[in-house]
């Protein structure tokens, strides 16, 4: 009569790409759905939503520039595998996924 706290809710991504000659843009939104299913006093986790958008320029044959933003929407949200097994009475604040980031990767071959 206990849950498997080992198990995940239902979760994916899907992506749209547009491609040009040197350059690329993607746009990946993950998501979950809802953990209900967890034993008496454990925590629950909403589903969530979140938007993350890739930009790749071949500048040259030897440089290349990646640029990302991730959880465009700065949505804030915590993924079941990181707080399975916790008591529902634990502050989720300490679990939750990074807000709205940006990175920037430069690649250059020589």
Do not use: C, H
């Not at 925590?43 to 890739?54: A, R």
């Amino acid at each position: 009569d206990e849950y498997i706290e080992s198990i995940n809710p239902l979760m994916g991504s899907v992506g749209l790409t547009f491609e040009q000659d040197t350059w690329s843009s993607e746009l990946i939104v993950n998501w979950a759905n809802r953990m209900s299913k967890v034993n008496d006093g454990k925590m629950k986790t909403s589903g969530y939503g979140s938007v993350d958008w890739l930009v790749n320029w071949q500048i040259n044959d030897a440089l290349k520039l990646n640029l990302v933003a991730n959880n465009l929407f700065d949505k804030e949200y915590a993924m079941y595998s990181n707080v399975a097994g916790f008591d529902a009475t634990d502050d989720v604040n300490s679990f939750t996924e990074a807000g709205r980031n940006f990175s920037v990767n430069v690649k250059y071959r020589f």
